[in-house]
């Protein structure tokens, strides 16, 4: 069996606009490591939420999936191509919810107004599994106390809008992990939570990550989360890949100039006062327009460089 | 819940008076009764009443007394469930309006389930498949039936019935078994002319029905608790149906106490066109000749359909939608 669960290569998404044909996804190649946080970072439109619908398939029309594949390597079954998947392929059916779950940014959103918390995670477990209606909820009750929902017996009779934005999220996550998916792809999911919130969000997710010991896929554009989650670091931009490290690499010290401008720009102690750093020189660069093949270095990190600066760092 | 409703129940009774007055005001506010109108057409026939059977018919009917009196004397007996006597037909009106109301209730039902069976498939289609060849079949097929007034097609769907199906023309009844009591071969009968009225009422509601729905589903379909329940491993047509659908169908859930005062005022010209024995026409034919009391039970119950059916609504939408529940 394969290390990674997913290996991703050369996919291609695009999206059919009135105004012509938006490439949302140019060149993706990465491979998700199994039993190991990957996080996928990258500023807004850059691809990284598409990226995770593809693997989920839920790429909705005018958008495309052009080329590339997405290889699923999961314990239970063999290993197939998600992106040749046709639609009426009943491995679509327990890929999703069953194999792959996903977490997404609108807790306040991502829960149906006109059904209880119950009804939504349990049928979570009917459409994969042959079990009673009770089983379902008996199996969603432990699920909701796994990830901190107080008074379970009542909440769950309870409907999403009596929940604050962070329970909400607990249940979207007990809704996500209550089949044990082996790969637990999460879209921004604290980026619409209070800061104390996220933090405990953050930890719930960390913890039940160890305690499963499922792959889990995070994106985000916040890189205090990455440090604190992640094992290794995908950088996306306009659709591409530029660096995939280790979090020591990608964040102590970055190859690339896009993620080197990405981490000056955090706001920190040290720069208190001072004007933060844009990325905007950066992204004028001939470099980030044109698309180069990841170059595996030295250290083992694979980043997309014009060659003129590849051939710095393979000469050290 | 109980208290809402009976508070919701107690304030109906001013509504309701007001309206009565209301009603019994303008109804005698066109000069002349019905005894006038009696008179005109007895005399157009020849007939020569004195001056002194006219004062009977009116004490008669009560119209010497005072407005208020007479008023009061309406209201009084509706209240009790006499509804009064029609001068027109010569009956008493309870048995004129439950007759009628009767087969009104069967063709509305009949022709709602008729639009709803179409006009809910066809929306979900043109939604889900939006801007695709079969979204835009759909809509120009709606909106001809939109723009042809319901009285036209009834004549054309007259037509088709007796050159293609042998159906008599119009009425719920063959000749034969219009004043036959009931039997199998009766009701058999009343399904066969059914079809007719039921799709003729039905279509007219049906392009707008889907028309808001595509809309309303449009506005669901890519919401973020739609892609949470597709990421989850929903089927594709349960998960229409479950998510986007249970949310978009509200707004009609608040109309169907709407529906209740149609099932007496709505569709008359089809009515009178069809000849159906509906209330729509005899109220009118009561307002026409100032059937008082006929025209004022009507429209009593009118009010006080409408004022039930919005209750209704607001129950159901309570029932169907627990945010409205719990406010």
Known sequence: MSDNVLEIRNLAVEFKTDTG????????????????????????????SVTANCIMRIIQPPGKIISGEIMFSPIRTDPYDIVSLVNKDPRLVDLRGDLISMVFQEPMTALSPVYTVGNQVAEAILCHRDVTEREAWNEAADMLMQVGIDDVPRRIHQYPFEFSGGMRQRVVIAMALVCHPEILICDEPTTALDVTVQAEILTLIRDLQRELNNSVLFI??????????????????????????????????????????LLASIPGLASKGQRLETIASVVGDADLLTSYPLTRLKDGRQVSLAPDLLREFEDE | MRGYVIKRLIGMVPTL??????????????????????LDRLQA????????????LRAQYKLDKPMVLQYLYWIG???TGDMGYSYL?????????????????????????????????????????????????????????????????????????????????GGLFSPEYRDAPWSLARVGDFLSHLWIPMIV??????????????????????????????????????????????????????????????????????????????????LIQAIVNQDMYLA?????????????GMLLSDLLLAWADPRIRYE
Do not use: C
């Open chain 1, 21 to 48: 044909i938006s490439k949302a996804l140019r060149d993706v190649s990465f491979d998700v490591p199994r039993g190991k946080v990957t996080a996928v970072v990258g500023e807004s439109g850059s691809g990284k």
């Open chain 1, 220 to 261: 985000t554009h916040d890189l205090g989360v990455v440090a604190q989650l992640a094992d290794q670091v995908v950088v996306m931009y306009q659709g591409r890949v530029l660096e995939i490290g280790t979090v020591r690499q990608v964040l102590k010290d970055p190859v690339h100039p896009y993620s080197q401008g």
């Open chain 2, 17 to 38: 008076m007001l309206i009565s007055v209301i009603v019994f005001v303008v109804i005698q506010l066109p000069p002349g009764d019905i005894v006038t109108s009696t």
């Open chain 2, 45 to 56: 026939q020849g007939v020569e009443i004195s001056a002194e059977q006219v004062q009977n």
């Open chain 2, 77 to 79: 007996n509706f209240v």
């Open chain 2, 89 to 169: 037909y010569s009956r008493p009106v309870n048995e004129l309006v439950w007759e009628r109301l009767g087969y009104t209730l069967l063709i509305s039902i009949s022709a709602l389930l008729f639009t709803w069976a179409i006009a809910v498939p066809a929306g979900m289609f043109s939604a889900v498949r939006q801007y695709s060849v079969g979204d835009y079949v759909l809509t120009t097929v709606m909106l001809v039936g939109l723009a042809t007034p319901s009285f036209l097609l009834a004549l054309l769907a007259m037509y088709a019935g007796y050159e293609w199906f042998g159906i008599s023309i």
């Open chain 2, 201 to 282: 009422v039905g279509l007219g509601g049906t392009a707008s029905t889907m028309r808001i729905l595509r809309a309303n589903l449009l506005d669901e379909l890519n919401k973020p608790y739609v892609v949470t329940a597709r990421a989850k491993g929903v089927p594709p047509i349960k998960l229409l149906i479950k998510y986007p659908l249970r949310i978009a169908i509200n707004p009609f859930i608040s109309t169907i106490g709407l529906l209740l005062p149609v099932l007496i005022s709505g569709e008359a010209i089809v009515s009178i066109v069809l000849n159906l024995p509906t209330t729509g026409p005899a």
């Open chain 2, 296 to 308: 004022g039970s009507f429209l009593m119950l009118l009010a006080i359909l409408t004022v039930v």
